[in-house]
């Protein structure tokens, strides 16, 4: 039985005509549906010749390709659990998530071999392979021995298919375990709801998708790429978000994704105009807060109305504003910027006080979810996933919200103290244990600054021990040695305090507050 992995599901998408082009990059380079599945059964019979045992881990840290995509699938074909890395982690980062994960199996770039490797093996993983984005590396080159027929490994919908690590507020960061069925009801959920199509389009195969996203995260890597191939549809692959580009590609395809900061960027194209969108069909937003300056804009511009979904590492899409009319929800078809729309059908949302207690409509509280999208605990922390839920088995978001009378969800800000900058999130603790054990600070605040262009992003507050002289610039330079290069305070301020509540606890909002133009034009 193999009905239940969830590659199984996606490659039974697949058109009937396997020469048509699945994915198309931005060079120029075109993969056929054949394509992708021959070189996924070549790279699933690899990974499955190692004889690792069931359930190992294959952790990737490699820059955007198609065949860093193949890699995803080839571990779901395998039934191995994917562990994807964010390109800018740094040693101490990568150390600590191959510490924790113990994958059998590491997959780095040729450039950083030396490193990772040293790392890896330290950990007790057997195997690093390389992967560049130039079509080489040892991964290509073994798999190449392989044969390009395969049947994919028998997977439950509860074993595991990947784990996201998400930072934590306190503490080190948690590997967030999601399985086969969390993935694959998530995306058939999405093909409905979204409308996805297989006719009519710009080739009158149905949707194509550009892809401009990293795939490290479940925005790029589960809703891009579930989406396009559960519905056999086309995408347009960008290794890296251009505006120009992206526009100058929309005449081709009928579907975009994108956190806040692709919109904005696009917006300052000139290029972007209502002939430059005349094929597109549905502009998606999501991961941050997408501001109603740029909804409004956007509309303007192009005549298109964004739809706004909210979702997360833990639990893949949650809500989603309305792509046409729900029978739901009489009427309600309209698109409410400002608002994340309505939970998916099978997704359980609720607002709950402090207390505990259901808030009644329109007034805000804690956003609880439960449904089969929702994660099934974090990696070898038991306690801390009993924390994250509550007795009758709801998961609590660390997201604040309410519902209005309509049913539109509105997220107005987080319980957790978290930095969401250009659609990546930055833990202010994390941030702030750095600068702490730097010799000469004695502590040190991390906020979240408005943004033009990212949306928000960290400002380090400092104070210096009595004596000590510190220099900002030194403080960002040793950040920028040891932390991911989006994670690094945009500025940094020595101040001689803190501003303290009567408990002594910093308040971080009133912070904020004072630096809350500092971005501002
Ligand atoms: C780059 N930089 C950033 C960010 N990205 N600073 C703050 N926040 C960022 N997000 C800085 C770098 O540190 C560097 O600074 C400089 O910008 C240039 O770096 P580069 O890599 O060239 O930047 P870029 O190519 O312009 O990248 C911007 C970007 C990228 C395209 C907006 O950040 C991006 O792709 N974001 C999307 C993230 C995403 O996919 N999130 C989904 C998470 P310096 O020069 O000083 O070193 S999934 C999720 O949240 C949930 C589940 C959901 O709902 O989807
Ligand atoms: P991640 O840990 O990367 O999965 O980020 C998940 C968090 O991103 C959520 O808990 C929200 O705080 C935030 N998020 C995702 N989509 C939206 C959205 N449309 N509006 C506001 N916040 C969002």
Redesign the pocket.
């Given at each position: 039985m193999t009905h239940n992995n969830l590659f199984s599901a996606l490659r039974a998408a697949f058109p009937a005509d396997m020469s048509a082009t699945a994915v198309e990059t931005d060079e120029g380079l075109r993969y056929s549906w054949q394509d992708l599945d021959r070189a996924t059964a070549m790279m699933a019979n690899l990974l499955q010749s190692l004889d690792l045992p069931g359930g190992s881990r294959v952790a990737v840290q490699v820059e955007k390709s198609v065949e860093a995509m193949v890699l995803y699938l080839a571990c779901l074909r395998a039934g191995c659990v994917f562990l994807p890395l964010n390109t800018?982690y740094q040693s101490a980062e990568i150390e600590y998530f191959i510490g924790n994960a113990e994958p059998a199996v590491v997959v780095c770039s040729g450039a950083n071999f030396g490193w990772v490797s040293k790392i890896a093996f330290k950990a007790g993983t057997q195997h690093v392979f390389t992967l560049n984005d130039d079509r080489t590396g040892s991964l290509l080159e073994r798999a190449a021995h392989h044969s390009d027929q395969h049947t994919p490994v028998s997977r439950q919908a509860d074993d595991l298919a990947a784990i996201l690590y998400t930072s934590g507020t306190t503490g080190r960061s948690k590997g967030a375990m999601l399985t086969h069925g969390n993935l694959l009801s998530n995306a058939l959920t999405l093909k409905d709801y979204w409308g996805w199509t297989s006719t009519g389009g710009p080739d009158g195969r149905g949707d194509v998708l550009i892809h401009a996203?990293?795939i490290f995260?479940?925005?790029?890597l589960f809703?891009a790429i579930h989406g396009a191939l559960i519905n056999g549809s086309k995408m347009i692959w960008m290794a890296?978000?251009d505006p120009k580009r992206v526009i100058a590609r929309m005449k081709e395809a009928t579907v975009f994704m994108g956190?806040p900061?692709?919109y904005v960027?696009m917006l300052a194209e000139p290029s972007l105009d209502k002939a430059a969108v005349r094929q597109m069909r549905l502009f998606i937003a999501?991961?941050?807060p997408l501001l109603i300056e740029t909804f409004s804009e956007w509309q303007q511009r192009t005549g298109h109305t964004i739809l706004e979904?909210?979702?997360?590492?833990e639990t893949?899409?949650l809500t989603s504003n309305p792509y046409a009319a729900d029978p739901r929800y009489a009427n309600q078809s309209e698109r409410r910027g400002g608002t994340v729309g309505f939970p998916l059908p099978g997704v359980s949302l609720r607002v709950r006080g402090d207390d505990g207690q259901d808030m009644p409509v329109g007034e805000i509280g804690g956003i609880q979810v439960q449904g089969p999208n929702v994660f099934k605990g974090y990696w070898r922390m038991p306690e801390k996933t009993a924390e994250e839920f509550t007795t009758d088995g709801f998961f609590k978001t660390g997201d604040v919200g309410k519902v209005d009378e309509r049913g539109y969800v509105t997220i107005v800000g987080r319980s957790k103290d978290l930095i969401?900058?250009?659609?990546?999130?930055?833990y202010p603790a994390e941030i702030e244990g750095y600068i702490n054990e730097m010799p000469g600070v004695a502590e040190s605040a991390v906020i979240g600054v408005s943004h033009p262009d990212?949306g928000e992003?960290g400002v380090a507050v400092v104070i210096a021990k009595p004596g000590a002289s510190l220099k900002p610039e030194a403080i960002v330079a040793d950040l920028?040695a040891k932390l991911a290069?989006?994670k690094?305070p945009?500025r940094c301020f020595v101040v001689p305090e803190l501003p303290r509540n009567t408990m002594g606890k910093v308040q971080k909002n009133l912070l904020r507050d004072q630096y809350k133009n500092l971005f501002s034009a």
């Open positions: 800018a996203l990293p995260h479940v925005h790029g809703v890296k978000f956190v900061t692709l960027r999501g991961s941050a979904r909210y979702g997360m590492s893949a899409m969401i900058s250009g659609g990546y999130n930055v990212f992003v920028k290069n989006f690094i945009k």
